[in-house]
Every structure is written in structure tokens, then in C-alpha cells.
């Protein structure tokens, strides 16, 4: 490729399920500055590892930036994982050294030639059996002017708004003399690999994972008696009240909490967030005593974009041993106009023990989140 004091060029590329030979590429005229994009979703097989790195304040600023561009789509944040941040830095430094910009490695000091952003995650540790992707950009200095151009490019703004990806590794290099000058590296993976931490933390080690889309499963989950039980659940006592226990869904007490890619529900700003991935399945439970001409009271909000049917939450009653007693009101992903207040009557389950819960899944296709504040249960 001819280099251009002027021009820009946009590589594409998109693959799902295995690596395969002949991938198209598109080239388009864009902005001044050189991106590149790659999405994948790849089964291999699981492992661990990584190495500690150390971030620069724009590497820190983008994982700002990235994280609330997700909160304003109805997405879980990212973390650095430690382990892709190598992947990367080592991949943004070959393209700086040896004058190449692509996802496919053309000489290196690391890689053999013609490795992919998966071979090269794979060679630090990350060969974990989920969704991988890469973002690549060169000629910007500062992480906001490199997420602008990552944001107007629709392939590159689709990696950073995917649901599948819990972790992300980011490099940004600066060469002086070579042909760009700053070279960005972003990697992205759907497994929350031991190196993975919050800025300014240190690797907390495995976490609870979201299982590939055809892995079965190992053992049936837990009712929700098991669940509340001494050493499981969100921590909170086993309730048996006429009263929800942290109704207004501050961070700790009450609530018992399960999601397949094993996030917080309960979140800090004090509501509760349910789906905004694909492939998901949450669920948010505690015990209560329903009383005497009990309504249930509680604040929704649901983001979609588009209308996905298929993404649901269901609020419902289920008994000591799990089985279902009563479904209540069924939300779909069809996005609301803000908060709106909904009111259940739970007369009929006057004077019982019961499980009150929501459970929210989401499919493959459009991402919906649902949104849930402030219950109350009165008679």
C-alpha cells in the first residue's frame, strides 16, 4: 500500500465463528488518520495468564471514554486485562518498527509473521474459549481523538459497543520518525482472564465467567433457597419479612443475584441493571412474606435502540424449591420513554413465603438492558 501524505483509508474486517482463509476487505476513504477493525468470535480452548503492565494517562483516559460511551448505550464497562495490553503494546510497536499497518502481523519482534490479533492474545495467555476483536488506528495523539475516529467508523464503533466484551487491553505507542508516529492497539475479549482489574487495581484472579454460546452446561443452577443460603448468594441475610430488604437497591444487603457472564447487577448508583449482552441470562431475587392486599411498586426503565421481542424480563413468585408460582408482569425490549413507575397486585399471594424476582434474557441479535429502581411493597 502507497502511503499518502493526505488520504485516509479504512480497513474492515469481520469474522464469526472460526478464522477462515480469503476474509474480504473493504477500503473506503475516511478520516485523516489510518483505522482498522477486526471482530471475532472463536472456540478455543481455556487458559490462563498474562503479565503486569503499566498504562499512560491516555490509555486511561480511553478506558474512561469507552466505558461511558457503554453506560450510555446500556452496556456493562470493560476492565484492563493486563494479558491483551501486552498483545497489544508488543502488535502497535511492530507496526511502528517495520513501517506495516494491519491486523495480520507483517514482520515482528515478537509474532511470527502473518499472526492475527487472535494468535497474538493466544501467544500472551489469553486462548480463552469466547468472543475476541481488535480496533486498530494510527496518526492520533490522544485518546479522545482516536475514540472520535473509532465512534464514526460503523465497524469500529460496533467492536466498542459489543456486549460480548468484558475486558479490553489498549497500547498506545509513539515512534518518532516512523511513518504514522502514534500507533493505537485495542484488544478486546469476552472472558475475564486472572490479569483483569479496574484502573488503578491489581489482578484479582479468576472470576465467574459467561460460558460459550454451545458449551453445555456443567450442573443446574441453584434454586433460589439455595442460593440465599449461608455462603452463597449476594451476601445478604435470608429474609422472611413483609419487607423488601433494600428496596431502593444500594449496593449491599438483601438481594441475591446470578448472571451468566458473572457482573454486578446491584450497581453503585443505586439500581439494579439486568441484561445489555448477548446470549444472557440475570436474575435479582430475595424472600419476603407477601402481605394483605400487597402492590408491588417499582421504577423501569428499558434502553433497545431497536425492538427485540425476543429480550424480556419477567417479574414472577417462585416457592422454596424453585418452581414457579405466579408470573407477574412480563417487559419486552422495546425501549421506554425514561423511568416509568409499574404496580403488580399480589393480593392472591396473600400470607405466603415467597421468592420475588425479576429474570431478564437476552438473545443473539439487537442488545437490550432493563432497568430497575425504587420498589415498594405496600398493602
Known amino acids: 500500500m502507497r502511503e499518502r501524505e493526505v488520504g485516509v483509508i479504512l480497513a474492515a474486517m469481520e469474522m464469526r465463528e472460526t478464522p477462515r482463509p480469503g476474509a474480504r476487505h473493504t477500503r473506503h476513504r475516511w478520516l485523516p488518520a489510518v483505522l482498522a477493525v477486526v471482530l471475532l468470535s472463536v472456540f478455543a480452548l481455556a487458559g490462563s495468564g498474562g503479565a503486569a ?58 509474532y511470527p509473521a502473518g499472526s492475527e490479533p487472535w494468535d497474538r492474545m493466544e501467544a500472551e495467555g489469553y486462548d480463552h474459549n469466547t468472543a475476541k476483536g481488535e480496533n486498530l488506528a494510527v496518526g492520533y495523539a490522544t485518546a479522545e481523538e482516536a475514540m472520535q475516529a473509532w465512534k464514526e467508523s460503523p465497524a469500529h464503533n460496533a467492536a466498542m459497543l459489543d456486549g460480548n466484551y468484558r475486558v479490553m487491553g489498549v497500547a498506545r505507542i509513539n515512534v518518532p520518525g516512523s511513518v504514522h508516529g502514534w500507533y493505537w492497539t485495542t484488544d478486546f475479549g469476552g472472558y475475564v482472564d486472572a490479569s483483569a482489574h479496574a484502573a488503578g487495581e491489581s489482578p484479582g484472579g479468576p472470576q465467574p465467567q459467561q460460558p460459550a454460546p454451545d458449551a453445555p452446561e456443567t450442573q443446574a443452577p441453584p434454586s433460589p433457597a439455595k442460593a440465599d443460603s449461608p455462603g452463597r448468594g449476594a451476601g445478604g441475610p435470608a429474609l422472611d419479612t413483609s419487607a423488601l430488604d433494600n428496596a431502593g437497591l444500594g449496593k449491599v444487603g438483601g438481594w441475591s443475584q446470578r448472571a451468566t457472564d458473572g457482573a454486578d447487577l446491584v450497581l453503585d448508583e443505586g439500581y439494579a441493571r439486568l441484561g445489555g449482552y448477548h446470549d444472557g441470562k440475570d436474575e435479582l431475587w430475595q424472600k419476603v412474606r407477601i402481605p394483605a392486599d400487597a402492590t408491588l411498586a417499582y421504577d423501569l426503565k428499558v434502553k433497545a435502540g431497536e425492538v427485540d421481542l425476543d429480550d424480556t424480563m419477567l417479574l414472577r413468585l417462585k416457592d422454596a424449591r424453585g418452581k414457579q408460582v405466579g408470573a407477574l408482569k412480563r417487559h419486552a425490549g422495546r425501549e421506554t420513554d425514561g423511568w416509568e413507575r409499574e404496580r403488580v397486585d399480589l393480593s392472591r399471594f396473600a400470607g405466603r413465603t415467597l421468592y420475588l424476582g425479576f429474570e431478564a434474557r437476552t438473545d443473539e441479535e439487537r442488545l437490550t438492558t432493563f432497568y430497575v429502581d425504587r420498589l415498594a411493597l405496600r398493602p
Open 53 to 110: 503492565t503499566a498504562y499512560d494517562s491516555e490509555e486511561l483516559e480511553f478506558l474512561g471514554l469507552i466505558n461511558e460511551y457503554r453506560e450510555q448505550n446500556g452496556l456493562r464497562p470493560v476492565i484492563l486485562s493486563d494479558t491483551l495490553a501486552v498483545a497489544a503494546e508488543r502488535h502497535s510497536k511492530d507496526m511502528a518498527e517495520y513501517g506495516f499497518f494491519a491486523h495480520n502481523t507483517a514482520e515482528s519482534s515478537y
